[in-house]
């Protein structure tokens, strides 16, 4: 399964979008890209994912490159209690083969 | 939507003796399962994966014998941290993957946190 690359912090000021960016430059034509987001001493939780077509929900909005090779997750409108950190990862059939990388901890600022 | 159930949320032991950590799929059936461990500002690592009816499969480095897994029906897998040590102390997670949008999504459980004395 693809490795992804994911700046290691950012800062966001409340109330502003924050935007997230990975790199999957190797993802096959068959996997997707997921987005998780832990908050201290909780398990992943699931945000959104796509395959290439892009993606919005309740959460957050998912964009990805036409060539696949990377991808940026939106919180359209940070709080505070989006201070997390935030992971990307790829797999295909089998879920358990997705490598989580050291993801992007996200801090929102008042 | 799918639900995993993990408990005990935290635990506290003696070294040398044994914890068993439970993982629930609450609404869905999991025929596969996954354990990670995760220490201290640092990622996830996964360690085995539990299938349903079948011997787990470990990864690299993750001694069988030390962390038993059992998957003994669609919706329960169980890690047991075997004569436990302070150095097995850690934050372990489980998850399952459930159908979801066309894709397989991963849903996890709240996670264990082991403190071995």
């Known amino acids: 399964d693809a490795k992804t690359t994911q700046p290691p912090s950012m800062d966001c000021a409340e109330g502003r979008a924050a935007n997230l960016p990975c790199n999957h430059s190797t993802i096959s034509g068959n996997e997707y890209v997921y987005w998780y987001r832990q908050i201290h001493s909780q398990g992943p939780q699931y945000i959104i994912h796509?395959?290439?077509n892009n993606e919005t929900n309740e959460m957050a909005s998912l964009i990805i490159t036409e060539d696949r090779k990377s991808s940026t997750l939106i919180l359209p409108h940070a709080t505070l209690r989006d201070t997390a950190v935030y992971y990307c990862?790829?797999?295909?059939?089998?879920?358990?083969?997705?490598?989580f990388g050291d993801g992007t901890t996200l801090t929102v600022k008042p | 939507g799918a639900v995993v159930s993990q408990h005990p949320s935290w635990v506290i032991c003696k070294s040398g003796t044994s914890v068993k950590i439970e993982c629930r799929s609450l609404?869905?059936?999991?025929?596969?399962m996954f354990w990670y461990r995760q220490f201290p500002k640092q990622s996830l690592m996964l360690m085995a994966t539990s299938n349903e009816g079948s011997k787990a499969t470990y990864e690299q480095g993750v001694e069988k014998d030390k962390f038993l897994i059992n998957h003994a029906s669609l919706t329960l897998s169980t890690l047991t941290v075997t004569s436990a040590h302070p150095e097995d102390s850690s934050f372990y997670i489980c998850?399952?993957?459930?159908?979801?949008?066309?894709?397989?999504?991963?849903?996890f459980g709240a996670g264990s946190r082991l403190t071995v004395l």
């Open positions: 990862i790829v797999f295909g059939t089998n879920a358990g083969k997705s490598t």
């Open positions: 609404d869905f059936q999991a025929t596969t």
């Open positions: 796509g395959l290439k």
């Open positions: 998850s399952a993957s459930y159908r979801g949008s066309g894709a397989n999504v991963l849903t």
